[in-house]
């Protein structure tokens, strides 16, 4: 059905930036939302930020002024630029699809594996 693979975690001190992509590839008709959701150790998953299929965005308050979400949906990618990262965004980040991967289909949420991000000095 539909893949999603993260890619662009790491380390990075207070203040620095990261860029994360995600891919999904598979049988897919139409993905309608693109997103990406954190997990922190000893939390539960939360919305970071969010971005259908006709460009319109959603994100979380803790992360906005600090995050961009975009998509190229010539290439079914969504991507994810961190700015000003605090010692609080660090968590696992999970790449999210609501999709469809036949016509006729009801979409579904797909997930990816997650990608660690580590705001440390």
């Known amino acids: 059905q539909v893949q999603l693979v993260e890619s662009g975690g790491g380390l990075v001190q207070p203040g620095g930036s990261l860029r994360l992509s995600c891919a999904a590839s598979?049988?897919?008709?139409?993905?309608?939302?693109m997103g990406w959701y954190r997990q922190a150790p000893g939390k539960q998953r939360e919305l970071v930020a969010t971005?259908?299929?006709?460009?319109?965005?959603n994100y979380a308050d803790s992360v906005k002024g600090r995050v961009t979400i975009s998509r190229d949906s010539a290439k079914n990618t969504v991507y994810l630029q961190m700015n000003s990262l605090k010692p609080d965004d660090t968590a696992v980040y999970y790449c999210?699809?609501?999709?469809?991967?036949?016509?006729?289909?009801?979409?579904?949420?797909?997930w990816g594996q997650g990608t660690q991000v580590t705001v440390s000095s």
């Open positions: 999210n699809a609501y999709a469809s991967w036949r016509v006729g289909v009801a979409p579904n949420d797909y």
């Open positions: 598979g049988s897919i008709f139409s993905i309608y939302t």
């Open positions: 971005i259908a299929s006709g460009g319109r965005t």
